[in-house]
């Protein structure tokens, strides 16, 4: 049976893919810093993508890895992406998928992207033979930006800002067959349904929210703020995938409502 490890296994698209690849006849075996228990189909293996602590042990005996782990710090990012390579490397590895972000190539003032089209040049001429695959933000990222800029009376916006939001999910489902089938290299994009401004998303969410704030757009010249105001973000060319917003939001609020009155009635 094929064997794929999944690094990043517990964040937002490293989950779903663990989700994605339980519906094939594969066995999955996902890298983590702390040790848990194994879980039907799902094999937990304890290792440092810093330190190289466990990797050995981690990569043996696996046909696939899919690396989804990244770092907010450039440096680390680099870094434990060589140490994937390295380890599927003398682990006689037969494929290695990389995830990547749609637009990193136009976008090297923002250390994060150029650590990542990095790790693409890395992947590519490490001898392992190889797939990447970029998309564009998550909806779960736009979530957790506006819930950032809403703590405010005010929900403050960064103007110009446009995004083309993708659900997690489609992206893992896309990942997980990419990931059981022929190397290919770079593989095609990946992008939400929906080129959208930020204002417009923002409307929408608190709509799914039942909220009523005043919104006002700013010019707010962080490096992020910039990359998402140039509108490299977004792709006409990407194949288009998953929930709109509206459809993932009305998924997600009333999932979370449901939680809070579980909580709540102690049940």
Same mark, same amino acid.
């Given at each position: 049976?094929?064997? #794929? @490890? *999944? ?5 937002? &698209?490293?989950?779903?893919?663990? !989700?994605?690849? =339980? ?17 039907? =189909?799902?094999?937990? *293996? ?25 770092? =907010? ?11 994937? @390579? ?12 990389? #995830? ?6 136009? @976008? ?25 695959? !970029? ?25 110009? #800002? ?17 990931? &059981? ?8 994009? &990946? ?6 401004? @930020? ?12 909220? !009523?704030? !005043? ?6 010249? &962080? ?36 939680? =809070? ?7």
């Amino acid at each position: 049976m094929t064997r #794929v @490890l *999944v690094t990043g296994g517990t964040g937002v &698209l490293g989950s779903a893919i663990v !989700r994605q690849l =339980q519906t094939h006849d594969v066995a999955v075996r996902v890298l983590s810093r702390r040790e848990r228990p194994n879980h039907g =189909q799902i094999e937990w *293996v304890s290792g440092d993508l810093t330190t190289r602590a466990g990797l050995e042990a981690a990569f043996a005996g696996v046909d696939v890895v899919v690396h989804s782990a990244t770092s =907010q710090k450039a440096k680390e990012d680099l870094v434990i992406t060589r140490r994937v @390579l390295e380890a599927a490397k003398v682990a006689g590895t037969g494929h290695a998928l990389y #995830v990547s972000i749609v637009g990193i190539d136009r @976008l090297g003032f923002f250390d994060y992207y150029a650590a990542k089209l990095e790790g693409e040049k890395l992947f590519a001429a490490s001898g392992v033979p190889y797939a990447i695959q !970029r998309a564009t933000q998550f909806h779960d990222f736009v979530a957790m930006l506006l819930t950032m800029l809403g703590r405010a009376p005010v929900l403050l916006l960064p103007r110009g #800002v446009t995004l083309q939001p993708v659900d997690p999910e489609a992206v893992a489902a896309q990942i997980a067959r990419a990931a &059981l089938g022929r190397v290919a290299g770079r593989l095609p994009d &990946l992008a939400g349904p929906e080129v959208r401004s @930020l204002e417009d998303l923002a409307v929408a969410w608190l709509h799914a929210q039942g909220k !009523r704030k !005043r919104m006002v757009s700013l010019p707010m010249p &962080l490096p992020i703020f910039r990359a998402m105001g140039s509108g490299q973000l977004t792709s006409e060319e990407a194949e288009r995938i998953g929930q709109t917003w509206e459809v993932w939001l009305e998924h997600h609020v009333s999932s979370q409502n449901s939680d =809070q009155r579980v909580r709540v009635g102690g049940t």
